[in-house]
């Protein structure tokens, strides 16, 4: 999972390098398949219940699961890319947002949130803690903030499958919420926040997820093992 980690991270970091203003959410996807070739890696994504990509590519107000297409990045936009790789069997999954250019200081000071709602997130990733300690890191974080958690999509655990037990919601009291954390444990963490509302609507396409209010969302997660002596990070370059 460590070698799987490394190539999601490389994928991040080819995709935010081609993520300009200008460029397609389609041509993003294209370097994304390009580090996968090179490093011999299978995408998880790429024909997940029928997912066309191997990067879901979501920018502004989508939320989550964007369908990379023709759709131009413009100036000022920001865009969520969360994309995973399989080597060996074993799978691993991250996501970030990344600014197209410049942007305007609320969005930036979304990004930071979200951003650090996950570092808050995995340093509570400990020996013995509660899997709610999580979650309501990210939730006083962001709230403390202005802004809103998304609710109705949530993080995983992750190994021989892409999506495995226990979920891992991003608020307090979500489903599983008193289970303790043990050393072996993997999980993929994954705070989705909302500069308004955190109700979300899904598109006509099956999978395209957006925020009602069509205010801005932003995404970032980590596959995050617990050994025992503390949280590891999989998916850092």
Not at 145 to 155: I, K
Request: charged share 20%.
């Amino acid at each position: 999972m460590r070698r799987a980690g490394k190539v999601v991270a490389e994928m991040h970091e080819a995709c935010s390098m081609a993520a300009r203003p200008g460029a397609t959410t389609l041509e993003i996807d294209a370097v994304a398949r390009g580090v996968l070739e090179r490093r011999n890696a299978l995408s998880n994504f790429l024909g997940y219940h029928g997912f066309p990509a191997v990067i879901c590519a979501s920018p502004n107000e989508v939320i989550v699961h964007g369908i990379p297409d023709g759709r131009v990045l413009h100036e000022g936009d920001i865009l969520s890319i969360d994309c995973g790789a399989i080597i060996e069997g074993w799978h691993a999954d991250a996501a970030i947002t990344i600014p197209i250019g410049a942007i305007d200081e609320e969005s930036q000071r979304l990004i930071d949130v979200t951003r650090s709602s996950l570092e808050a997130a995995i340093a509570a990733m400990k020996v013995g803690a509660s899997l709610g300690r999580i979650g309501g890191a990210v939730e006083d974080l962001v709230e403390a903030a202005g802004f809103s958690v998304v609710r109705e999509y949530v993080g995983h655990g992750i190994g021989r499958a892409m999506h495995e037990d226990p979920e891992v919601p991003n608020f307090r009291n979500g489903s599983g919420h008193k289970l303790r954390l043990k050393p072996g444990i993997v999980l993929a963490i994954e705070p989705m926040v909302n500069t308004g509302s955190d109700e979300t609507q899904v598109l006509d396409d099956g999978w395209t997820v957006t925020t009602v209010d069509g205010g801005r969302s932003a995404h970032f997660e980590h596959t995050i093992a617990l050994t025992d002596n503390g949280p590891e990070v999989l998916t850092l370059p």
